[in-house]
């Protein structure tokens, strides 16, 4: 069974940076694209970013285009979020996810969320 677990997630002031990371078990990680979607307090479930299997090709929401960056290390199972310049409107709960290919569509496997919260 695959098991998604994101960290890294905290308090943090406007202006200031944080890295999420998501550890996949129970899968070959390597085969899959990966991505990283965010809900925020009476709002929607909303994509991030995305991330093809090999790690070349990326995928951005407007949101997080130029202050956001995905990456992975198949190695270590594992995809990240560094999150830069951090704004109040990005406090949300992030989850990472796990699909067959980076269109957030095709991400169906969800991890259980870590919470951000960007303080003014």
């Known amino acids: 069974q695959v098991q998604l677990v994101e960290s890294g997630g905290g308090l943090v002031q406007a202006g200031g940076s944080l890295r999420l990371s998501c550890s996949v078990s129970?899968?070959?990680?390597?085969?899959?694209?990966m991505g990283w979607f965010r809900q925020a307090p009476g709002k929607e479930r909303e994509f991030v970013a995305t991330?093809?299997?090999?790690?070349?090709?990326?995928y951005y929401a407007d949101s997080a285009k130029g202050r956001f960056t995905i990456s992975r290390d198949n190695a270590k199972n594992t995809v990240y979020l560094q999150m830069n310049t951090l704004k109040p409107e990005d406090t949300a709960v992030y989850y990472c996810?796990?699909?067959?290919?980076?269109?957030?569509?095709?991400?169906?496997?969800w991890g259980q969320g870590t919470l951000v919260t960007v303080s003014s």
């Open positions: 991330v093809s299997w090999s790690g070349r090709y990326t």
């Open positions: 996810a796990l699909g067959s290919d980076p269109r957030p569509a095709a991400l169906n496997t």
């Open positions: 129970g899968r070959a990680f390597s085969s899959y694209a």
